[in-house]
T-cell receptor, first 115, second 108 residues
Framework: DAGVIQSPRHEVTEMGQEVTLRCKPI?????LFWYRQTMMRGLELLIY????????DSGMPEDRFSAKMPNASFSTLKIQPSEPRDSAVYFC?????????????FGEGSWLTVV | QKEVEQDPGPLSVPEGAIVSLNCTYS??????FMWYRQYSRKGPELLMY????GNKEDGRFTAQVDKSSKYISLFIRDSQPSDSATYLC????????FGTGTSLTVIP
């Protein structure tokens, strides 16, 4: 089975540019999560969708970040404008249903560097 | 207080050793407990998944949950160099909550 698919795997961009990260969840999973991971803060939940509807976006750091899930098989995380402090690895994850039950499966991540 | 506390290590052991990784948590409502393994430059990979208290064994790995103490453990028997990775505990309540990860190196 195909796992969670993320693109791009690596992105280097200049400060001020728009960055779009993409995610295809596991087929049949109806919950989708975007996480950011840094050495300092570990895994941070940015936003969580259930049945394509954003349920909790309290982790989105600021208005520069936005996420969409137009259908069950695709989601985007956009940063506009990007800043050097956004440099991190961003993970998309999916689950058959959200918390408290079941568990989540991660993609390989998108490594973002903003210079 | 953080929802989940995990010692970041790093932990370095010789090949063949028994490894014990631990997490504590504060929310007694957590019912699902997970361990993930993350290799360098890779995404977290689900290793073990348990519901409520008790032990679960899978090959060289044993996950243990003590809800009365709010304490979970992952034991790795006969550790191998290929076990060198970061191990994250996770649990679910209203959300999924992750530890910061323990870095493990198994020395041949």
């Amino acid at each position: 089975d195909a796992g969670v698919i993320q693109s791009p795997r690596h992105e280097v961009t200049e400060m001020g540019q728009e960055v779009t990260l993409r995610c295809k969840p596991i087929s049949g999973h109806n919950s989708l999560f975007w996480y950011r991971q840094t050495m300092m803060r570990g895994l941070e939940l940015l936003i969580y969708f259930n049945n394509n509807v954003p349920i909790d976006d309290s982790g989105m750091p600021e208005d520069r970040f936005s996420a969409k899930m137009p259908n069950a098989s695709f989601s985007t995380l956009k940063i506009q404008p990007s800043e050097p402090r956004d440099s991190a690895v961003y993970f998309c994850a999916s689950a058959t249903r959200g918390p408290p039950g079941n568990t989540i499966y991660f993609g390989e991540g998108s490594w973002l560097t903003v210079v | 207080q953080k929802e989940v506390e995990q010692d970041p290590g790093p932990l370095s052991v010789p090949e063949g050793a028994i490894v014990s990784l631990n997490c504590t948590y504060s929310n007694s409502a957590f019912q699902y407990f997970m361990w993930y393994r993350q290799y360098s430059r890779k995404g977290p990979e689900l290793l073990m998944y348990t519901y409520s208290s008790g032990n679960k064994e899978d090959g060289r790995f044993t996950a243990q949950v003590d809800k009365s103490s709010k304490y979970i453990s992952l034991f790795i028997r006969d550790s191998q160099p290929s076990d060198s990775a970061t191990y994250l505990c996770a649990m679910s309540g209203v959300q999924f909550y992750f530890g910061t990860g323990t870095s493990l190196t198994v020395i041949p």
